[in-house]
């Protein structure tokens, strides 16, 4: 148990789907993030919130859209999502301490594995 | 960031220790070192960070050359739930903004520990 819990764990989902995922976590973090795996490429980082301000979007196409509500909540809306976007989608917290700068020490929820037919 | 080294796979008999290298020659003098763990269909954890001293804690040691151009991730009783992949990253002085308003931690391919009967 990480504190950081994602749902849905598994989704199936067809390309003119909408869905969203949801994370929380529960450590008085206020940095969150949204990371992608897909099979056999390494972890790529797709957004990072900071005081629920988006402070990253690293050129993740408009499919997917980030909304950060409150430090402890994070979601991934998904619409009209293409097969290539089958993954499994691992959110992420950490805590920013003073001057705007964050610790390196993330603590990662288990993912919610998406496939896209 | 610097980028990191490491072999691919490694096995280790349980009870002995794992010894991980990384390479990370073209480290500078404000990036740190951070070892993070994956274990199969679970998301990373954090395991150990450090920049010119050795570190240990309740999970592993790290010991960093005084060159800081390589490092060794030492779990001292390897077990069967170490069997994970092991990731080494170099990370800009936690928390300092780079352009665009986040530090990356950037994770490679990393080196699969399996740990044998």
């Known amino acids: 148990e990480t504190g950081v819990t994602q749902t849905p764990r598994h989704l199936v989902m067809g390309m003119t789907n909408k869905k969203s995922l949801k994370c929380e976590q529960h450590?008085?973090?206020?940095?969150m993030y949204w990371y992608k795996q897909s099979a056999k490429k390494p972890l790529e980082l797709m957004f990072v919130y900071s005081l629920e301000e988006r402070v990253e979007n690293n050129s993740v196409p408009s499919r997917f859209s980030p909304e950060c509500p409150n430090s402890s909540h994070l979601f991934l809306h998904l619409h009209t999502l293409q097969p290539e976007d089958s993954a499994l989608y691992l959110c992420?917290?950490?805590?920013?301490?003073?001057?705007?700068?964050?610790?390196?020490?993330?603590?990662f929820g288990e993912g919610s594995r998406l496939t896209v037919l | 960031d610097a980028k990191t080294t490491q072999p691919t796979s490694m096995d280790c008999a349980e009870g002995r220790a794992a010894n991980l290298p990384c390479n990370h020659s073209t480290i500078s003098g404000n990036e740190y070192v951070y070892w993070y763990r994956q274990i199969h269909s679970q998301g990373p954890q954090y395991i150990i960070h450090g920049l010119k001293n050795n570190e240990t804690n309740e999970m592993a040691s790290l010991i960093i050359t005084e060159d800081r151009k390589s490092s060794t991730l030492i779990l001292p009783h390897a077990t069967l739930r170490d069997t994970a992949v092991y990731y080494c990253i170099a990370v800009s002085s936690p928390g300092r903004r780079t352009q665009g308003g986040s530090e990356k931690l950037v994770f490679g391919k990393g080196t699969k520990l399996t740990v044998n009967p």
């Open positions: 450590l008085g973090h206020n940095a």
């Open positions: 992420a917290s950490s805590q920013e301490v003073a001057g705007g700068r964050r610790t390196g020490e993330l603590f």
